[in-house]
């Protein structure tokens, strides 16, 4: 069955950076493109980005574009994202989702980023 | 491209019928999908394409299009229907999503 497992949560210091991970199973990595959503404390859900699993190409939020680099390592079908210089409203749980060109139908759990001094 | 999604709030009675709307701001065929979602938890996808049905969610979801107008419409609210619901359009980038519905019991 198709699962997105993400790494565990992080709490970071305002201007440091922190990188999450999105391990998937279940279905041919490459063929699907990952895409990452967050959500702020009591908020709705924010578009993030989008990484191309087969040829590596990105397309970002534009409040984030200068802070945001997604990445892949397709030997472990694993995705990251990585956001740097954090703020204090990057706080949020941030979520993988695999790209089913329509769609949003796999998940993962996601994933707590706190950012505070 | 912006969705104006409403109302931000609705309180309904089990057995209900309820229809919360998504308007985009241009044209995005019927690339527009329909989410639930739970506190603590990640979204789940009800409707894609804007009027087809995710596998295993139940017939009382139905979405449906006009124009740059969608609708979501639950036919009979069940006690596990009252949380928040999202639409979001995948036409292009970036994939917005409607600022959202808490539906809750009245």
């Known amino acids: 069955q198709v699962q997105l497992i993400q790494s565990g949560a992080e709490m970071k210091k305002p201007g440091a950076s922190v990188k999450v991970s999105c391990k998937t199973s279940g279905y041919t990595f490459t063929t699907y493109g990952v895409s990452w959503v967050r959500q702020a404390p009591g908020q709705g859900l924010e578009w993030v980005g989008y990484i191309n699993t087969y040829n590596g190409d990105t397309n970002y939020a534009q409040n984030l574009h200068d802070r945001v680099t997604m990445t892949t390592d397709t030997s472990t079908s694993t995705a990251f994202m990585e956001l740097r210089s954090l703020k204090s409203n990057d706080t949020a749980v941030y979520f993988c989702?695999?790209?089913?060109?329509?769609?949003?139908?796999?998940w993962g759990q996601g994933t707590l980023v706190t950012v505070s001094s | 491209i912006q969705l104006t999604q409403s109302p931000s709030s609705l309180s309904a009675s089990v057995g209900d019928r309820v229809t919360i709307t998504c308007r985009a701001s241009?044209?995005?065929?019927?690339?527009l999908a329909w989410y639930q979602q739970r506190p603590g938890k990640a979204p789940k996808l009800l409707i894609y394409?804007?009027?087809s049905l995710q596998d295993g969610v139940p017939p009382r979801f139905s979405g449906s299009a006009s124009g740059t107008d969608f609708t979501l419409t639950i036919s009979s609210l069940q006690p596990e229907d009252f949380t928040n619901y999202y639409c979001?359009?995948?036409?292009?980038?970036?994939?917005?999503f409607g600022q959202g519905t808490k539906l809750e019991i009245k």
């Open positions: 989702a695999r790209d089913d060109y329509s769609n949003y139908a796999f």
């Open positions: 394409a804007a009027s």
């Open positions: 241009q044209g995005i065929s019927t690339y």
């Open positions: 979001q359009q995948l036409y292009t980038y970036p994939y917005t």
